[in-house]
T-cell receptor, first 116, second 114 residues
Framework: GAVVSQHPSRVICKSGTSVKIECRSL??????MFWYRQFPKKSLMLMAT?????????EQGVEKDKFLINHASLTLSTLTVTSAHPEDSSFYIC????????????FGPGTRLTVL | AQSVTQPDIHITVSEGASLELRCNYS??????LFWYVQSPGQGLQLLLK??????LVQGIKGFEAEFKRSQSSFNLRKPSVHWSDAAEYFC????????????FGSGTRLLVRP
């Protein structure tokens, strides 16, 4: 159990376009989902916390208008990178937390975004 | 503020040798502690976690970790490393507030010599 999927696993886009990444909890309801960004050979940087039915909470330094997060249901959160630029190229990982009691986060396999 | 330090960027061990990956955290109370493993191009897999109780925690793939409050450490160990253990290992501490955030260390890359 506790499987999290991401789609797509890999995406290449042109500069200036927008890209949507989906994160789904397949066999549980996720009250909270998290979005991370990982640069090559670096650790995970938390971008935002997404709670179902409410606005995402962004970490300091993360542009809200650049990285749009929607958590429309208890099993789906989406991250949209708007007007992507080459510096947005990265590995994006989502995780989901089973509620209401504290449990570990279950991570998706990640999405490799390359902006040309 | 909470923080996690993994002092070793790279560690190389021979297959069959023992392994210890270091992790130190900064937090005032007893934290929630985790070790994750990441293979290249993949997401993170939980190896083990510590919430409370027995300070020696057993995980998957033969890993264990010991919580030492006096040293603010949560080191990961394995008695005999296999070539398939080569990966990136992340220690993380869970926020004790309602955010449930995870704060990750910078990671340790494990290389295994045949």
């Amino acid at each position: 159990g506790a499987v999290v999927s991401q789609h797509p696993s890999r995406v290449i886009c042109k500069s200036g376009t927008s890209v949507k990444i989906e994160c789904r909890s397949l066999d549980f309801q996720a009250t909270t989902m998290f979005w991370y960004r990982q640069f090559p050979k670096k650790s995970l940087m938390l971008m935002a916390t997404s709670n179902e039915g409410s606005k995402a909470t962004y970490e300091q330094g993360v542009e809200k208008d650049k990285f749009l997060i929607n958590h429309a249901s208890l099993t789906l959160s989406t991250l949209t990178v708007t007007s992507a630029h080459p510096e947005d190229s990265s590995f994006y990982i989502c995780s989901a937390r089973q509620g209401p009691n504290y449990n570990e986060q279950f991570f998706g396999p990640g999405t490799r975004l390359t902006v040309l | 503020a909470q923080s996690v330090t993994q002092p070793d960027i790279h560690i190389t061990v021979s297959e069959g040798a023992s392994l210890e990956l270091r992790c130190n955290y900064s937090y005032g109370a007893t934290p929630y502690l985790f070790w994750y493993v990441q293979s290249p191009g993949q997401g993170l897999q939980l190896l083990l976690k510590y919430f409370s109780g027995d300070t020696l925690v057993q995980g998957i793939k033969g890993f264990e970790a010991e919580f030492k409050r006096s040293q603010s450490s949560f080191n990961l160990r394995k008695p005999s490393v296999h070539w398939s253990d080569a990966a990136e290992y992340f220690c993380a501490v869970g926020a004790m507030d309602s955010s449930y955030k995870l704060i990750f260390g910078s990671g340790t890359r494990l290389l295994v010599r045949p």
